[in-house]
Nanobody
Framework: LSAAAGVGGGLVQAGGSLRLSCAASGFTFSRYCMGWFRQAPGKNYEFVAGISRFGLSTLYGDSVKGRFTISRDHTTYTMHLQMISLKPEDTAAYYC?????????????????WGKGTQVTVSS
């Protein structure tokens, strides 16, 4: 089984935008709720955003509400995170995650599959 792989990170100035993508493989995409987590150096994993199996429900961490938008595409088995108005405190490694079933993953222990991290660095 292969975990989802995230791409799209990079270096951006404060106020800028980035779009992260996560391509799922090795599991039945529609059976899984998906999410994004991030980890800054020396800090715990932080829930960023999550989306239900068919995209009808979304959840966001308080620090990103109104700036980040999560979506998923069942024709390409991908999940995206559109990030705008980026701040230096958004700097972290971002990980896509998958959880089997009806509940959106919001904590580290919820996740069944992790994707490779992609680094986002926001300069001031």
């Amino acid at each position: 089984l292969s975990a989802a792989a995230g791409v799209g990170g990079g270096l951006v100035q404060a106020g800028g935008s980035l779009r992260l993508s996560c391509a799922a493989s090795g599991f039945t995409f529609s059976r899984y709720c998906m999410g994004w987590f991030r980890q800054a150096p020396g800090k715990n994993y932080e829930f960023v955003a999550g989306i239900s199996r068919f995209g009808l429900s979304t959840l966001y961490g308080d620090s990103v509400k109104g700036r980040f938008t999560i979506s998923r595409d069942h024709t390409t088995y991908t999940m995206h995170l559109q990030m705008i108005s980026l701040k230096p405190e958004d700097t972290a490694a971002y990980y896509c995650a998958a959880k089997l079933g009806q509940d959106i993953p919001t904590s580290y222990s919820d996740v069944d599959y992790w994707g490779k991290g992609t680094q986002v660095t926001v300069s001031s």
